[in-house]
């Protein structure tokens, strides 16, 4: 008899001590600060944590019975409703998937979304899912591409200066020990500048005699004559440089040029 009852009220303190260490569910979910909800087989909402007053802007209440799509922008709609579908299914490939919400004042929501089945007795009532509020994340993200495209762009244009200054010091100093002209040192640098300028584009050489040639008004025979080409190969010639820059007339093609800097100015 004494060892039966000292057993169970053993038993009994053990059931105590387990029942006052059990978490509070409703009230984790209730803190949370990511959104916790539940949907119904056609995807609306039967259950909304407080975290929504805090990311869309509204009322837990005013979203139960909506269908989860609304508060999504167009393009995230079919994405997430396709997820959902699946998961329905038991064809999701993964319970990780981000969308784009609206809040209520119209503003942008970045969300990363963990969704899954919900079963009630072993049958699938529904989904169920934790979103979190990635906007500020996605924003840092965007000013580290801004930054490291501003970077590139920079180590691209400071390779490109080198390159010329380079060529132009090679320039100065070929002359320099000819005896040319200054005149015709400064002649050199703006033709090495132009090719610089060219080469940027995809153009070449040809090129831009061809587009200075246009500049002071010759024909194509002319033209044809100064490159050693036939008139027929020139046109097709100037046809490729409009394509290139986006011109459909010669004039447009010399007044585009002038603009790029690829023709000397008192051209």
């Known amino acids: 008899m004494g060892r039966g009852s000292t057993r169970k009220s053993g038993d009994r303190k053990r059931a105590v001590e387990s029942t006052a260490f059990e978490p509070d569910y409703r009230a984790l979910v209730a803190a949370a600060g990511d959104v916790i909800y539940t949907l119904d087989l056609q995807g609306r909402f039967t259950s909304v944590n407080p975290a929504a007053l805090?990311?869309?802007?509204?009322?837990?209440?005013?979203?139960?019975?909506r269908d989860f799509v609304e508060i999504l922008t167009p393009e995230s709609a079919e994405n997430a409703r396709r997820h959902f579908q699946q998961g329905l299914l038991g064809t999701e490939n993964t319970p990780f998937f981000d969308v784009?919400?609206?809040?209520?004042?119209?503003?942008?929501?970045?969300?990363?979304?963990r969704a899954g089945n919900l079963y009630q007795n072993g049958a699938c009532i529904g989904r169920q899912g934790i979103a979190r509020d990635i906007s500020e994340l996605k924003a840092l993200q965007a000013?580290?591409?801004?930054?490291?495209?501003?970077?590139?762009?920079?180590?691209?244009?400071t390779r490109i200066a080198l390159g010329l200054y380079s060529r132009i010091a090679g320039l100065a100093r070929h002359d320099a020990s000819d005896g040319a002209s200054p005149e015709a040192s400064l002649r050199h640098v703006q033709v090495a500048m132009l090719h610089a300028s060219g080469e940027k584009i995809?153009?070449?050489?040809?090129?831009?005699?061809?587009?200075?040639?246009?500049?002071?008004?010759?024909s194509s025979r002319e033209i044809a004559l100064h490159v050693h080409r036939s008139p027929h190969t020139v046109k097709d010639h100037v046809k490729k440089i409009m394509q290139r820059l986006g011109a459909t007339r010669r004039a447009e093609l010399v007044a585009t040029a002038l603009g790029l800097g690829l023709i000397p100015g008192e051209s």
């Open 54 to 65: 805090r990311v869309f802007e509204c009322e837990p209440q005013e979203m139960i019975g």
């Open 202 to 218: 995809g153009l070449t050489s040809l090129d831009l005699h061809v587009l200075e040639l246009l500049s002071k008004g010759r």
């Open 100 to 113: 784009e919400a609206r809040a209520k004042s119209g503003r942008v929501i970045h969300l990363e979304v």
């Open 143 to 157: 000013q580290v591409a801004e930054k490291s495209a501003r970077i590139a762009l920079l180590e691209e244009r």
